[in-house]
């Protein structure tokens, strides 16, 4: 390829996005440059999600959308759970795709560029035999101020529904060295929040002879100088330790906020997932941290119309939502997935049923949100500027506990705020967001 631009766009959660980061860095080291849009690129990258059906539909709508708007001569690579899930299918349903790759494969990216620049028209790389992570100095973030660092790439439990044991391969750590040099590396270059990333954070093992568990990264992450907020995602509640809970209590660079996927309140569903604990396991982690020093924020994901879900099971659900009172939740409705076992259950739920019962969900959380937040008006939150609503006249900001605060400050233009940590009172709470004013004097 003489033309060496590319234009990458990213579906799914945050492990793409950083997988993305990681390919942009690969590409520029590479000598490509990136461009805004697919029709001013040369090489157009598609990074995918497949954990439910409506995303991966998407995928081929949307790669059928960047072959009639740019025409021919280009190359395009579809990247991420949709390329590993699907493989040389992809060719076939869109033949104008020339290289399949997935997440496990990133580390051969650049030999895989290299057969493209031959003029290669089928690369494919979908190998989860690797004991590699994708660890590259090149990493090129989009966020100034805020980093993903991976310490732990693909899943080893098997979740009835979940397609990311197929997508994303076994458990592969980093060693604790390596995560340490890229955070100070990171605090070097003036980043000041950190947010660990793995689908299962807990299960962390440093492969290196110091042997450190997550609790330990965890804390010695918060604790290189000018680091000021360590955020990690996602535990899964089997590997949850009171270590963590501990580790937050002793390092208040270490957010408020943990996220602890329940998937569902009843004891019969859990185990038909496979989540490989019981409603009563996971409420002892829930005591943990309503008992720890610090105020820490919980939040969850659910997911509605499991196959065999009854309404019975359906309201345990709901039960354990007025008895948390988690912060935030995501709740999903149950997508049927290749390869999985909840694939061949019986008792399917109607989509309708699925509906109704999400509505219910989103409708209490959103009850318990609003009370919550409101119990926030008056108290003083510090939060990291990430940017400025021009239209508002507000700041955005973040809490440790990960709320949105908006809020105004004096001198509302002049000073760049982005980047600071500052001081701010609450004034009105709405079910997703606060709002508040800064305490003058404080920029930090
Ligand atoms: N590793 C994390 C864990 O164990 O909780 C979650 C990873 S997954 C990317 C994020 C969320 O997607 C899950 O917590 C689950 O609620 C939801 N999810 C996964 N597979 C699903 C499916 N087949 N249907 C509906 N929701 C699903
Ligand atoms: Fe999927 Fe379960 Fe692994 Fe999370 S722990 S990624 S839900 S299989």
């Known amino acids: 390829m003489t033309d060496k631009t590319f234009y990458i766009e990213t579906f799914g959660c945050q492990m793409n996005a950083h997988d993305s980061e990681k390919v942009v860095g690969t590409l520029v080291h590479s000598g490509y440059s990136q461009v805004e849009t697919p029709e001013a690129a040369a090489l157009v990258l598609y990074n995918t999600c497949s954990i439910r059906?409506?995303?991966?539909?998407?995928v081929f709508h949307r790669l059928d959308q960047f072959k009639r708007a740019t025409g021919k001569g280009k190359v395009f690579a579809v990247i991420g759970c949709v390329a590993q899930q699907e493989g040389e299918r992809i060719f076939e349903r869109a033949p104008h795709v020339s290289l399949v790759a997935g997440s496990a494969s990133y580390t051969k990216l650049p030999e895989m560029l290299v057969q493209l620049e031959a003029g290669n028209r089928r690369v494919i790389g979908l190998n989860l035999e690797t004991a590699e992570t994708f660890d590259t100095p090149f990493t090129r973030r989009d966020n100034?101020?805020?980093?993903?660092?991976?310490?732990?790439?693909?899943?080893?439990?098997?979740?009835?529904?979940?397609?990311?044991?197929?997508?994303r391969g076994p458990e592969r750590s980093r060693?604790?060295?390596?995560?340490?040099?890229?955070?100070?590396?990171?605090?070097?270059?003036?980043?000041?929040?950190?947010?660990?990333?793995?689908?299962?954070?807990?299960?962390?093992?440093?492969?290196?002879p110091?042997?450190?568990?997550?609790?330990?990264?965890?804390?010695?992450?918060?604790?290189?100088?000018?680091?000021?907020r360590v955020r990690f995602t996602t535990s899964h509640?089997?590997?949850?330790?009171?270590?963590?809970?501990?580790?937050?209590?002793?390092?208040?660079?270490?957010?408020?906020?943990?996220h602890l996927p329940v998937q569902s309140g009843s004891i019969r569903v859990l185990d038909r997932m496979q989540r490989l604990y019981t409603l009563g396991d996971y409420?002892?982690?829930?005591?943990?941290?309503?008992?720890?020093?610090?105020?820490?924020?919980?939040?969850?994901?659910?997911?509605?119309?499991?196959?065999?879900?009854?309404?019975?099971?359906?309201?345990?659900?709901?039960r354990l939502l007025d008895e948390v009172e988690y912060d935030s939740l995501f709740s999903f409705k149950y997508s049927p997935r290749p390869n999985t076992a909840a694939i061949a259950m019986d008792d399917k739920i109607p989509e309708e049923e699925k509906t109704r019962r999400i509505t219910i969900v989103q409708e209490k959380q959103r009850a318990i949100q609003i009370r919550r937040n409101s119990d926030l008006i008056g108290k003083i939150e510090e939060v990291l500027v990430e940017g400025r609503n021009q239209a508002l006249g507000q700041w955005i900001g973040r809490t440790s506990q990960n709320r949105t605060l908006n809020f105004t400050h004096r001198?509302?233009?002049?000073?760049?705020?982005?980047?600071k940590y500052l001081p701010v009172q609450v004034t009105r709470a709405g079910p997703n967001s606060l709002v508040g004013e800064s305490m003058q004097c404080g920029v930090m």
């Open 53 to 58: 059906d409506k995303a991966e539909q998407k």
């Open 144 to 167: 100034p101020h805020r980093a993903y660092i991976t310490i732990i790439e693909g899943c080893d439990k098997s979740c009835a529904y979940c397609v990311v044991p197929f997508t």
């Open 175 to 208: 060693t604790s060295e390596s995560v340490l040099r890229e955070a100070a590396e990171l605090a070097a270059s003036r980043y000041t929040e950190i947010q660990l990333l793995g689908q299962n954070v807990n299960s962390y093992r440093d492969p290196s």
């Open 210 to 228: 110091a042997a450190w568990d997550f609790a330990t990264l965890l804390d010695r992450v918060g604790r290189v100088p000018g680091i000021r």
């Open 237 to 258: 509640p089997r590997d949850f330790g009171k270590s963590i809970v501990d580790a937050i209590d002793e390092n208040p660079a270490l957010c408020n906020h943990v």
């Open 283 to 318: 409420m002892r982690r829930i005591e943990w941290m309503k008992k720890a020093r610090r105020n820490i924020s919980i939040t969850t994901d659910i997911i509605v119309g499991f196959p065999g879900e009854t309404e019975a099971d359906f309201q345990d659900t709901l």
């Open 411 to 419: 001198d509302a233009a002049a000073e760049p705020l982005t980047g």
